[in-house]
């Protein structure tokens, strides 16, 4: 079974300051890593995954996420925000093997950027 | 718009009623799962289904819902009898089944908000 866990429920941050939002997981095999946001009222947008391949995964509208197998992270960095990044950030894990083709959320991070 | 499309975008059903949710999935894909999101939440996993066959149905209450994607027509998912407690939004999300028929990208529609009074 694997578990996500994302410390931080609110994060608050000023208008073009950098950001980071955590997720760690924990898994038994290994797994495939995604960061979705979702704007207030709307569905999950794939913001970025992770399958395999260099660690440093780069995303849409500036978003980048480092896997760390070691700590077993797949934090969410952006340089400087915008307003219009203010939403609601979910990590997931999908096993690579066995589990079906489930995907195992965390419970968000929500994160808003201030003027 | 070739997204997924989920209908009605909000739902409202007095308890013991019985709610029917409905999910399109993007052009071409032939894979559907649909995850709650309760209150302050973040998603849970239902159901795992491919055209007329239910893959994956760990997540599903054992009594009250049912999901099914017929060969022709949209993905349903059935709450009978709803209770206070289902009160969520329900989103579904699909997937082409291309990548070695299973791990491929999961692409999520707007959601449908269930208000059960």
């Known amino acids: 079974a694997q578990s996500v866990t994302q410390l931080d429920s609110q994060v608050p941050v000023f208008e073009e300051a950098p950001v980071e939002l955590r997720c760690n997981y924990s898994?038994?095999?290994?797994?495939?890593l995604f960061w979705y946001v979702q704007y207030p009222n709307q569905g999950l947008q794939l913001l970025l995954k992770?399958?395999?391949?260099?660690?440093l995964v780069k995303g849409i509208n500036g978003f980048e996420a480092e896997f760390n197998k070691s700590q077993t992270s797949f934090h969410l960095r952006k340089p400087s925000v915008h307003i219009s990044d203010t939403a609601e950030y979910f990590c997931?894990?999908?096993?690579?093997?066995?589990?079906?083709?489930?995907?195992?959320f965390g419970t968000g991070t929500q994160l808003k950027v201030e003027l | 718009n070739a997204g997924v499309m989920q209908n009605p975008r909000h739902l409202v059903r007095r308890r013991g009623q019985e709610a029917r949710l409905r999910c399109s999935p993007m052009?071409?894909?032939?894979?559907v799962y649909w995850y709650r999101q309760l209150p302050e939440e973040g998603l849970k996993f239902m159901v795992y289904?491919?055209?007329?066959?239910?893959?994956?149905e760990s997540g599903m209450p054992k009594e009250r819902f049912s999901a099914e994607f017929p060969k022709e027509g949209p993905s349903i998912l059935r709450i009978q009898q709803v209770v206070r407690g289902d009160s969520a939004a329900y989103f579904c999300?699909?997937?082409?089944?291309?990548?070695?028929?299973?791990?491929?990208?999961?692409?999520f529609g707007p959601g449908t908000r269930l208000t059960v009074l």
């Open positions: 999300a699909s997937s082409s089944g291309t990548s070695g028929g299973s791990r491929d990208t999961q692409y």
């Open positions: 898994s038994s095999v290994s797994v495939y």
């Open positions: 992770y399958l395999s391949g260099s660690t």
């Open positions: 997931a894990v999908q096993a690579l093997t066995g589990g079906g083709n489930k995907l195992t």
């Open positions: 052009k071409g894909h032939s894979h």
């Open positions: 289904l491919q055209k007329e066959n239910i893959i994956d």
